[in-house]
Nanobody, 119 residues
Framework: QVQLVESGGGLVQPGGSLRLSCAASGVIFVLSDMGWYRQAPGEQRELVAAMTRLGRINYVDSVKGRFAISRDSAKNTVYLQMNSLKPEDTAVYYC?????????????WGQGTQVTVSS
């Protein structure tokens, strides 16, 4: 059974930093593109950052230059380093694994971790 376990959320002041981690069980990590999504109250879930199996990265415009996604294959873990946080970054952040090898497969989601940016 695939599990994605997130950690690292919390309360931070504007301008601060947080690092989210998502540990994946089993072989899904090496077969998947990995991404971070977020959902604020009353809003749709949006893609924040994604990294393909082959290392291609993309970000939503609002976080470019502030957030960085990375993956550690030895630890089956994907990270989201968030710097210069703003109140509008407040949301529940979800880790996603989208199987793409050998063929397009299922999507898997973590349980979500709350990020609150407030003074």
């Amino acid at each position: 059974q695939v599990q994605l376990v997130e950690s690292g959320g919390g309360l931070v002041q504007p301008g601060g930093s947080l690092r989210l981690s998502c540990a994946a069980s089993g072989v899904i990590f090496v077969l998947s593109d990995m991404g971070w999504y977020r959902q604020a109250p009353g809003e749709q879930r949006e893609l924040v950052a994604a990294m393909t199996r082959l290392g291609r990265i993309n970000y939503v415009d609002s976080v470019k230059g502030r957030f960085a996604i990375s993956r550690d294959s030895a630890k089956n873990t994907v990270y989201l380093q968030m710097n210069s946080l703003k109140p509008e970054d407040t949301a529940v952040y979800y880790c996603n694994a989208r199987q793409t090898f050998p063929t397009r497969g299922d999507d898997y989601w973590g349980q979500g971790t709350q990020v609150t940016v407030s003074s």
